[in-house]
């Protein structure tokens, strides 16, 4: 079975600082990760995925992550934080290589961006 | 353009009555999936649809019923409304191949008196 546990329910940074939004998970076959994010009233956005491919992954509006297995860890990051990244970004995992389409989300990590 | 739609977007009623729920997608998608949405829980999934005619249980599937009789549509059921189906309700829906990511609707925030 696959869990995602997103370390920091809130996570505060002021404009043009380093974001960093932590998540590990836990699968007994090879994961397929994804970051979404929410912005206020709106559905879930795909940020990027992981598929097996490069370790590093990067996605849009300037984020990236990097899969570490000896870790088991898909932390985002973005180098300078913007106004817009304000909202809520949540981790996912779903089981690689044919197994089951069902899809694990963390419990979000809301992102505050101070001017 | 490619999307998944749900209506109502918003929806307040009364404990009991019958709602319905629609979602609707453009994109072939074989699977699709309903989540609800609450504070500090996360997406919790409530059904799922692998293809037409084939539904199954979510993680919190009482109190709720789909059906999947067209591949574009999968509404969600509520019989019997109560005050602890408030909730934030997200429709998803994908390609049956792994790497691939959910796409999701807008969200229908529904209140239960």
């Known amino acids: 079975a696959q869990s995602v546990t997103q370390l920091g329910s809130h996570v505060s940074v002021s404009e043009g600082a380093l974001v960093l939004l932590r998540c590990n998970y836990s699968?007994?076959?090879?994961?397929?990760l994804f970051w979404y994010v929410q912005y206020p009233n709106q559905g879930l956005q795909l940020l990027l995925k992981y598929t097996s491919a490069a370790t590093l992954v990067k996605g849009i509006n300037g984020f990236e992550a990097e899969f570490k297995k000896s870790e088991t860890s898909f932390h985002l990051t973005k180098p300078s934080a913007h106004m817009s990244d304000a909202a809520e970004y949540f981790c996912a995992v779903k089981a690689g290589r044919g197994g089951s389409e069902k899809l694990v989300f963390g419990k979000g990590t809301k992102l505050t961006v101070n001017p | 353009e490619a999307q998944v739609t749900q209506n109502p977007r918003y929806l307040i009623t009364v404990t009991g009555k019958k709602l319905t729920v629609t979602c609707s997608q453009n994109m072939n998608h074989e699977y699709m999936s309903w989540y609800r949405q609450d504070p500090g829980l996360g997406l919790r999934q409530i059904y799922y649809s692998m293809n037409v005619e084939v539904t199954d249980k979510g993680d919190v599937p009482e109190g709720y019923k789909v059906s999947r009789k067209e591949k574009r549509n999968f509404p969600l059921i509520l019989e019997s409304p109560s005050p602890n189906q408030t909730s934030l309700y997200f429709c998803?829906?994908?390609?049956?191949?792994?790497?691939?990511?959910?796409?999701f609707g807008d969200g229908t925030r529904l209140s239960i008196l």
């Open positions: 699968s007994s076959v090879p994961p397929y």
């Open positions: 998803a829906s994908s390609f049956r191949q792994g790497n691939q990511p959910q796409h």
